[in-house]
């Protein structure tokens, strides 16, 4: 865990909805787990006074990529930084998703901020095996889907819900992931999922009714980052965890 | 120059004035990756209780301008475990370790401070009788005679040092002090958060679950100060003062207003270092005003106001 400040190599809009930031830190990238986070300090003053999280998309080597959409003041001035000026961020933080699973498959559903976590988890996944990940991304419409550049070799492994029906199937994520949790054997797969809270309880309920284990990571508001405030925690079986510390990421065992 | 920033209150003697807001700073080793406990003048636990709480639901915090709510409701894993498997960290250390303790009545206190004081390794205490985020959290607070009651029967079962921490909303703040003192407190630690409230527009929910949380951050800062000036104006009492300290600029204003001890609260959220960074910064600022010794700064503030001897009230 470092807190560094670092210098804005790109920040840019890929897409109608995300932004790409981008910087260089051997210490943020360095054992970086996909589904672990960063705190980034946008402004050095009280407006806003937090720092916000984001979780790691893309890393090489020393470069590290966030995607980020605009929700609200902080992200806000941060799609105005230009490059060359300082960010302190203070990461990898928190616990990410599992690379092992075992031989079994891995189905990856997204929607929103969740997806980048996703990417960056697929990637690190061998894809030359016969059963590559299946990634299965829900988004309001073709807006939000990624240009093909950012997916390069994933990018035959997307399936899209939109809700409007503008690319893919028309409505929710989990319409696609009732198709394959039915062609499939469900104790051959292993589900992680990245979005908003209700497409991650129904999926975690759908993985449930046929057996499938798996995780989910959850997104919730923070100050802190490294378990101290205590103002991000959730419901786990042994009661109250922290999402900033003890997760972000828990099995679907761990949940109630 | 060598800076001497020790301060003492009673018998307890602090290598610095620089310690940390309870509830801000976890109970054990949280910011170890960061902060060199050793080098901070204490370490104040985040709320214990006798037995475990579980604490408020979510959403329990949120922002606000140059501020934030919190409704966290004093989650911990009680006394016991407090004492198996967090004070061993502190036994090692140098700094001086105050725990928070909170109750629903005066026999809660008491039972705490009692078991608390035969543990070594544990300095001070710090009663919560102003907590805004759990049913009973500030009726001590909000009676004198009450806040004497609590503060009487800790200080009847135990020579450690009590510090009581207080409220500023509601209720004569000065009134409850001069109880708390009467009762035998070797300190007061001003101030508790004060209770506010948020909405979502789009929602029209309230952002917090419990409708109200305590606002704490830079907003704050201002109350508190007023607060320090007003008690050491009126008592002779040591006061540890915390309320939007981020950096030494704002540490050295509690401490020339006449504050013996400050504490970093929200600040640890946003810059885990907040605390070096403000230590760091009174020694430069003393090193540069060529002040040895904290004690020649510590309440110092001039009678009349303004700068470079002009009024800074602007006319009309």
Known sequence: MHDVTVEILENKKINAVYWKLTFSSSKLSDNVRPGQFLNIQIENSTAPLWRRPFSYYRVSGPKVEILYEVVGCGTEKLSQKKRGSTLKILGPLGKGFSQKIGAKRRILVGGGCGVPPLIFLAGKTKLSDSTPPILLFGCQSDDAILPKTELSKLKNLVSYATEDGSCGTKGFVTKLLEKILKENNPKKLFIQTCGPKAMMEAVMRMARTVGVDGELSFDERMACGIGACLGCVVETKEGRKTSCHDGPVFSFEELP | ?316
């Open chain 2, 1 to 316: 120059m060598k800076i001497d920033l020790t301060t003492k209150i009673g018998n307890l003697t602090f290598t610095n004035p620089v310690t940390v807001a309870s509830g801000t700073f976890g109970t054990k080793d949280e910011y170890a990756s960061f902060v060199n406990y050793n080098k901070l003048g204490a370490v104040i636990t985040k709320t214990i209780t006798r037995l475990p709480r579980e604490g408020n639901p979510m959403p329990r915090i949120c922002e606000t301008p140059s501020g934030m709510l919190n409704a966290i409701g004093l989650q911990n894993k009680g006394l016991e475990d407090f004492i198996e498997n967090k004070i061993p960290f502190f036994r090692k250390l140098k700094t001086n370790l105050i725990v928070n303790i909170a109750g629903d009545s005066v026999e809660d206190y008491v039972y705490l401070a009692e078991r608390l004081q035969k543990e070594n390794g544990v300095k001070a205490l710090e009663l919560n009788i102003s907590c805004p985020n759990v049913k009973k959290g500030l009726s001590f607070c909000a009676n004198p005679e009450l806040a004497y009651e609590l503060v009487k029967a800790v200080r009847d079962v135990t020579a450690l040092p009590i510090f009581t921490k207080l409220s500023p909303e509601g209720f004569d703040l000065l009134r409850v002090a001069d109880a708390c003192i009467r009762a035998g407190t070797n300190a007061l630690s001003l101030m508790n958060t004060i209770r506010g409230m948020a909405v979502d527009i789009e929602t029209r929910k309230p952002k917090l679950a419990r409708i109200f949380g305590g606002l704490s951050g830079p907003a704050i800062r201002p109350v508190a100060l007023r607060y320090l000036y007003e008690v050491k104006q009126r008592f002779h009492i040591p006061v540890l003062s915390m309320g939007g300290i981020t950096n030494a600029a704002d540490a050295l204003e509690f401490l020339i207003t006449g504050a013996d001890l400050i504490a970093v609260g929200t600040a640890n959220f946003i810059n885990p270092r907040a605390t070096m960074d403000v230590l760091d910064g009174i020694k430069s600022y003393m090193k540069e005003k060529r002040i040895q010794k904290i004690d020649d700064l510590r309440g110092t503030l001039k009678p009349e106001a303004g700068r470079d001897g002009r009024n800074c009230i602007p006319a009309g």
